[in-house]
């Protein structure tokens, strides 16, 4: 009974589920039965009326679909729920793309073509223009074969033109780099008449500036405005740099009128530092001094768009607030705010130069005017820099007592204005030889700034002309470690190691020297110099060839050259140089008497003569070479002009021995009867030698007996005879010439043209630019200024 019970609660499932959650779902409503449509009459009146246009009342609703989305009627009870069929396994493989189909291969080629655009334009950011140029034409022939392909595949309008116009215009850029002007112009051509490429017209800029570099300005004004003409007004900051080219373009062909406008325009829309300067230079072309007045104003009053350095100062003591500002105290955006602050400083100084000494009525009114305006602006400190510059046109017009009345105002302004002034003041008072004043405002300008390079390297040259080289070696190290690159100072160190017989080191000097400045004519010469003390005649003669090229026709180098080979036993090559130093200064006794013997030497004795005639016209008054003329005339034959010429020397050298025997010999030879008159004279004047040589010898003998007498006498004596035994030792000898002390030195360094100098170190001013520096470039000991 239990058991029935129990049953009659269990209820079995039906075969069919009636009540199946899903069923109907592909079932549908018959008002979607399109068939019946012809016989609805209500469809059909509703499609011939304006009712069926209306729009639906309410929001419309989204379509269903009208299938199950995966889920079925007929679904195997007790199967997993997978609605998105993953349990059929993965999905197979895609199919390969076709390599051999046009489209992959346009697609390749593109890509190939866009590759090389690209590695044409690294080449050439690399410096390497040919490889660029290269590049750029492989691509150029890769795009056409593009475009012929797909003109093959497809319509015209598929061309890809962004590709054309790219590949076009790196090949005109890399033929401008290449300088192949023409090829250039031609492509540019190219893209600016096709009308498909929308901003073609603008490369006519680059055309221009391809003009401009030919020189063709009116061209180039030409393209300039016709790109002008093509840029919209939106675009200010490009048209603004195409009419400042304009202006520039006019500045070349003196159309200074027609650039003011330009850049007055400029100056009046979009002010910037170039266009002001080339306002200035434009009305100072055309001498309009308050003009110029004006275009200076507006110079100073262009905006820098920089923080000054109050922004670099911090305000307290905050760790963080220093860690910020020590860490953007030299990043790349303060280098350049430095940059354009140094190239607006160097514009308003050049600009003040040029137009102070014009404006009014004197260069030092104009000078004064020019220092209030700039007092006035922002560029407070560049006033003391334009009142040292007017110092230095003071010396350039060699007025030396208001250039010294100028710079000492500034004793008392701060440390940097003050060194630099005193700097210039020692360099002055140097070049005056007043060491003693030079002295004291070299200490002067190193004790404003010790780290004033100038200023060690001209306190060293004071040490340097009072004898103490080891510390002007110091001095001129110290300059080094302030400024590695003060040249001034490493080229006066290596005089001090050469006065120390530091060879060597002198030689480490210049040599670094040389390696800074490739071309300078006083470091070859310093080098060459060196070699030869060191007894390496074969260096040195290679440093003079490369001096030669500095300076090719400098003739005392060139006598160097051949007394070197003339030495190394190298005959030609020694004529050789010895001739081409003649030929450019035909006044030094040593190579005309060396060409001289040389044509006697080889038998050429009437080229001679030409040598010692010249040598008798510099020193009329040594009979040497004019009885050198005789004596070729002698020997090339020609009696008849050698006695002509001895007759000569003997009216203007009577008692000339050398010359009367030769006049006996000559005349005996030719059988003249003034033979006898000549032989007359000659005894005379040789009696009269005789006499003269026993009285000096009389007088020797007298004086020995003297000294033999003060050294047997007493204590006075002997003193007397010391002192007149010191006396004549002093004397040099009858055979012997009188000899300058500085000839040594002048045996090891260039001789000037006009008589040599003591070898003097160079010195240093406040900058190394123009009269501010004047340090003094040493050319075998010639102070120049640089």
């Excluded at 449509?37 to 469809?43: G, K």
């Excluded at 090829?183 to 540019?188: G, I, S």
């Excluded at 009116?218 to 080219?245: C, G, T, W």
């Excluded at 003649?582 to 060396?594: C, D, G, K, L, T």
Aim: hydrophobic fraction near 35%; proline fraction near 4%.
């Amino acid at each position: 009974m239990f058991h029935r019970k129990m049953m009659q609660n269990v209820h079995l499932a039906p075969e069919v589920d009636e009540d199946d959650l899903y069923s109907g779902y592909n079932d549908y409503n018959p008002t979607f039965d399109t068939e019946d449509l012809e016989n609805d009459v209500a469809f059909q009146q509703a499609a011939r009326t304006s009712h069926g246009r209306r729009p639906l009342d309410g929001v419309a609703r989204p379509m269903t679909a009208v299938h199950a989305a995966g889920y079925t009627k007929a679904a195997v009870r007790g199967s997993s729920f997978d609605p998105l069929g993953q349990a059929r396994g993965p999905a197979p493989p895609l199919e390969m793309k076709n390599s051999d189909s046009s489209e992959e291969k346009i697609r390749q080629l593109e890509k190939k073509v866009n590759e090389l655009v690209e590695e044409s334009c690294i080449a050439n950011s690399c410096g390497d223009l040919k490889l660029a140029l290269e590049k750029a034409k492989e691509a150029g022939r890769k795009e056409r074969v593009l475009v012929r392909q797909r003109e093959q595949v497809a319509t015209p309008q598929n061309i890809n033109l962004d590709l054309t116009y790219s590949v076009l215009f790196n090949l005109a850029s890399q033929y401008a780099a290449n300088e192949m002007y023409a090829e250039a112009l031609n492509t540019y051509q190219v893209i600016v008449k096709n009308k498909m490429f929308s901003n073609g017209g603008r490369l006519k800029v680059n055309m221009g500036n391809i003009y401009l570099k030919q020189r063709n300005y009116s061209k180039a004004i030409k393209f300039y405005r016709m790109a002008l003409d093509q840029i919209p007004s939106v675009h200010k900051e490009m048209r603004i740099k195409i009419m400042q080219n304009i202006g520039v373009a006019f500045i070349k062909t003196g159309q200074y009128v027609d650039a003011i406008s330009s850049f007055e325009h400029i100056m009046s829309t979009s002010p910037n530092l170039k266009a002001g300067f080339n306002l200035i230079l434009c009305y100072f072309a055309i001498g309009n001094g308050e003009q110029m007045k004006k275009a200076f104003q507006k110079l100073i009053a262009v905006p820098l768009e920089v923080d000054y350095d109050d922004k670099y100062i911090s305000p307290n003591d905050d760790p963080h607030t220093n860690l910020l500002i020590e860490a953007i105290k030299n990043d790349s955006l303060r280098q350049i705010e430095r940059e354009r602050k140094s190239m607006a400083e160097e514009y308003i100084m050049t600009a003040a130069k040029l137009i102070a000494p014009v404006i009014e009525t004197s260069f030092a009114v104009g000078y004064d005017w020019c220092v209030e305006v700039v007092k006035a602006s922002h560029y407070v400190e560049l006033a003391n820099d334009l009142e040292i510059n007017k110092a230095t046109t003071y010396l350039r017009q060699q007025d030396f007592n208001q250039a010294l009345e100028t710079l000492k105002m500034f004793e008392k302004k701060d440390s940097r204005v003050k060194s630099a002034a005193a700097t210039n003041l020692s360099f002055l008072y140097y070049l005056e030889n007043e060491l003693a004043q030079a002295t004291n405002y070299a200490d002067l300008a190193v004790n404003s700034d010790r780290y004033n390079p100038a200023a060690l390297t001209n306190k060293g040259n004071t040490v340097f002309a009072n004898g103490d080289f080891e510390k002007a070696a110091e001095f001129y190290k110290e300059a080094l470690r302030n400024d590695s690159s003060c040249t001034e100072a490493l080229y006066n160190l290596g005089l001090t190691y050469k006065k120390l017989n530091r060879i060597d080191e002198a030689l480490d000097c210049f040599l670094k020297l040389h390696a800074i400045l490739r071309n300078s004519a006083q470091v070859l010469h310093q080098i060459a110099n060196i070699f030869e003390i060191m007894e390496d005649p074969s260096q040195a003669i290679e440093w003079l060839l490369q001096l030669i090229s500095v300076v090719p026709t400098d003739p005392h180098v060139l006598s160097k050259l051949g007394k070197l080979y003339d030495n190394e036993g190298d005959k030609s090559q020694a004529f050789h140089y010895y001739y081409e130093s003649y030929r450019y200064f035909p006044s030094n006794i040593e190579v005309i008497e060396w060409l001289g013997a040389y044509y006697i030497d080889t038998q050429f004795c009437e080229k001679a003569i030409e040598y010692f005639e010249r040598a008798a016209l510099i020193l009329p008054t040594q009979v040497k070479w004019q009885l050198m003329v005789a004596s070729c005339y002698r020997r090339s034959g020609n009696y008849q002009k050698a006695l002509e010429k001895y007759k000569v020397i003997h009216r203007k050298f009577p008692e000339n021995v050398e010359c009367l025997r030769f006049l006996v010999r000559l005349c005996t030879d030719m059988g003249l009867k003034e033979v006898q008159e000549y032989m007359t004279k000659l005894k005379k004047v040789e009696k009269l030698k005789e006499i003269r040589e026993q009285r000096i010898k009389s007088g020797r003998d007298g004086s020995a007996r003297s000294r033999r007498e003060g050294n047997t006498g007493g204590e006075n004596g002997g003193t007397k005879g010391e002192r007149l035994s010191a006396r004549l030792k002093a004397l040099p000898g009858t055979s012997e010439p009188y000899e300058s002390s500085s000839s040594k030195e002048i045996d090891a360094s260039y001789i000037d043209p006009l008589g040599p100098q003591a070898e003097r170190p160079k010195t240093a001013a406040r900058k190394r630019t123009d009269e501010d520096d004047f340090a003094d470039e040493e050319l075998g000991e010639d102070l120049l200024p640089e």
